[in-house]
């Protein structure tokens, strides 16, 4: 275990998770943040899972998480049970070993998640797809998944082969080199063709073949498409001629009477699944709906909880079979005729409901059964046979794979022979280069010593041109042979291919009228879809909506419920604290006493009492005092005008008579 958590440190302390974890910090991590860490390492594989496990609930986390593990091929150490357990509590084991496991193997994971979104299939129940819409639709996702992978195949390779900058270089100068070659030729064909008279009718007789043969491909794509929809019309004819003949030849040994009772037994137990058995089945389904909807409501449940439940399903199982043997005891007294009839009434019930599975597993096992002899026809029909072989047919067929065999043994051996030989002959090839080049540098350095350097070189070049100049003028002459005979050949091609069309548009004016009765019927058919697919629309809404109230309701309880825990818990509080307060009062010790609430907000009252007793004299105090202290105040103030008033009149005196003695009378 240190081990494993030492290498899941290591890991997730590198890019891109960038961890801070040591042993001890990693190891006391509860259990809601180990999950997270494994979250967050599962939204660097696949960035859907990036998300804060506080605002899920843990059911919905470990329904997800348990589905993304699917989707990675992830094999647990334990049972699933305990795996499942496991990851909603966040056992440590569980996490660590699902950790290690996905840090080992994180990139071929991620593509693996990639390819998981795409390739993860819709299984589409076997009822739903006798439809030929939905068998057309599905056969169409899967051809759509089988071409995703081949592009996924493909994307990888090229992946792999990367090319370095010299490759891509030497290969645009090789394309332009060849560009120009090209352009060159062009040139010298259009200067060669110019000349020539008819060269306007030639270029327009080019133009009709191309329209024509662009029109020939056309008509043989649509006659492609119309052979198609008649294979299919044609399929379904068979099958429902099949089915008409099957019916007649089980109508031949039969009279009417025995026609109308298989009918009225058909009709019965097709009333009976209908009315009874159907009805049944959709309410247990419903009751078991409710019922794990309320459990995925509810908090998870510890063992006590558990532990709970069996008692009480105990208790009550005890019961339920206390009143049965009550109500047996009752009926022991009844009529015994009356009891007789209600067990054999069971019985047949019982009869009945197990008839009607075994009707339904037998009609089930006939719809496989149809639709996997569809399947080989429709594999028959596409390597090309048209009916079963038959034993001599077989073994014939049996005696010419084996001749093939010994003929492509026989010709395997003949190639390896001729591979070899290919390799000897290169060999010798690859000496006699050798050679050549060795021989050519002893004949230059030859030239050098006499003088005539380069010699030989010119004297291949100028071989080279008489040999294209030969060449050159064979090609003309050739080329005007060509031009006159493509201008024959394409007039006889036209007036090939238009006799040839003939027949074909014949052929396509009653496939016309067949299709137009087909999509008559497929537009009928969409409607009948179209008001279905409404109807159902209506009721998905309706549900929706029911959905969203109770969802609603649900949350508004969850945060009532919420309240009332925090006010339970400030509730709790207050009580610990009256019960804290009560045991210090109850304690003989004087110091403890002292300590209590009590006694501090009685030290406060007393010193408070006190502070008021104070203020109240000072304001006594004050109040005897006001009448004098304002009077004072008037008479100062007075005083503080009269002298004002004295020191304007003598400054005006000083300023009138200067040098005069100043006299101030009080």
């Not at 084991?93 to 795409?118: C, D, F, H, I, P």
Request: proline share 2%; charged share 35%.
């Amino acid at each position: 275990m240190a081990e494993q958590v030492k290498s899941i440190i290591e890991v997730l302390s590198k890019p891109p998770f960038n961890k801070t974890f040591n042993i001890i910090s990693f190891d006391n991590l509860e259990p809601l943040q180990l999950l997270q860490v494994l979250n967050d390492v599962f939204a660097y594989i696949d960035s859907r899972n990036k998300m804060d496990l506080r605002e899920e609930t843990p059911e919905d986390m470990a329904h997800r998480m348990l589905k993304f593990l699917s989707v990675l091929k992830y094999t647990p150490a334990c049972s699933v049970q305990e795996f499942q357990a496991g990851i909603i509590t966040g056992e440590k084991s569980v996490v660590y070993q699902t950790l290690a496991w996905v840090l080992q193997n994180l990139e071929m994971l991620k593509t693996r998640a990639y390819l998981g979104r795409y390739l993860v299939k819709v299984e589409v129940p076997d009822e739903i797809l006798q439809d030929d819409e939905v068998e057309k639709i599905n056969q169409e996702y899967l051809e759509l998944l089988e071409e995703f992978k081949e592009v996924h195949k493909a994307t990888d390779k090229l992946k792999s082969n990367q090319y370095t900058a010299a490759d891509i270089k030497k290969d645009i100068q090789q394309m332009e080199q060849e560009n120009e070659q090209l352009t060159k030729t062009i040139e010298r064909k259009k200067a060669r063709v110019e000349s020539m008279a008819n060269i306007n009718e030639l270029l327009g007789a080019a133009r009709s073949l191309r329209r024509e043969q662009e029109r020939q491909a056309n008509i043989l794509e649509q006659r492609h498409s119309q052979k198609t929809a008649v294979q299919v019309a044609e399929n379904k004819y068979q099958r429902l001629m099949t089915q008409l003949k099957e019916l007649r030849a089980a109508s031949q040994n039969m009279s009417v009477e025995k026609l109308m009772m298989k009918l009225e037994e058909e009709y019965k137990s097709t009333q009976y699944l209908v009315e009874e058995k159907l009805p049944k089945e959709l309410a247990a389904k419903k009751k078991s709906c409710n019922n794990i909807q309320k459990v995925l409501l509810e908090p998870a449940m510890t063992e006590d909880d558990v532990e709970e439940l069996l008692e009480k399903a105990q208790d009550l199982q005890t019961e339920l079979n206390d009143l049965h043997q009550q109500r047996v005891s009752k009926s022991d007294n009844a009529d015994e005729k009356l009891v007789m009839f209600r067990k054999q009434a069971m019985m047949i019930a019982r009869k009945k409901e197990a008839l009607a599975e075994e009707l339904k597993e037998c009609t089930n096992e006939w719809t496989e059964a149809e639709n996997e002899l569809s399947k080989k026809k429709e594999e028959m029909r596409s390597t090309g046979a048209e009916q079963v072989l038959t034993g001599p047919e077989f073994k014939k067929y049996i005696a010419m794979i084996r001749n093939k065999g010994n003929v492509y043994k026989t010709k395997r051996s003949e190639m390896a022979d001729l591979r070899a030989e290919v390799g000897v002959l290169a060999r010798t090839a690859d000496i006699l280069q050798n050679q050549y080049n060795e021989v050519k540098q002893t004949i230059s350095q030859m030239e050098k010593e006499r003088g005539i350097a380069g010699y030989t070189d010119t004297q291949d070049k100028l071989e080279m041109i008489s040999a294209a100049k030969g060449e050159t003028d064979e090609k003309k002459g050739q080329i005007l042979e060509d031009m006159s005979d493509m201008s024959d050949k394409l007039n006889a091609m036209i007036t090939e291919k238009k006799a040839a069309l003939a027949p074909i548009i014949k052929e396509l004016r009653p496939l016309r009228s067949k299709c137009n009765e087909l999509e008559l019927l497929h537009t009928q058919k969409k409607t009948e879809y179209d008001s279905l697919s409404a109807s159902l629309g209506s009721n998905l809404h309706n549900l929706e909506q029911e959905v969203r109230e109770l969802r609603e309701t649900a949350q508004a309880d969850e945060s009532r419920h919420h309240f009332l825990m925090h006010s339970k818990q400030l509730l709790d509080a207050h009580q610990q604290k009256v019960d804290d307060e009560l045991g210090i009062y109850k304690n003989p010790d004087p110091a403890v006493r002292k300590t209590s609430l009590r006694e501090q907000y009685n030290r406060k009252i007393l010193e408070q009492d006190n502070l008021g007793k104070a203020l109240r004299s000072k304001q006594k105090t004050v109040r005897e005092q006001h009448a004098p202290n304002v009077a004072q105040m008037t008479m100062w103030r007075d005083l503080q005008q009269l002298l004002a008033v004295k020191a304007a009149v003598l400054q005006r005196s000083s300023e009138a008579d200067i040098g005069k003695e100043n006299i101030l009378i009080l």
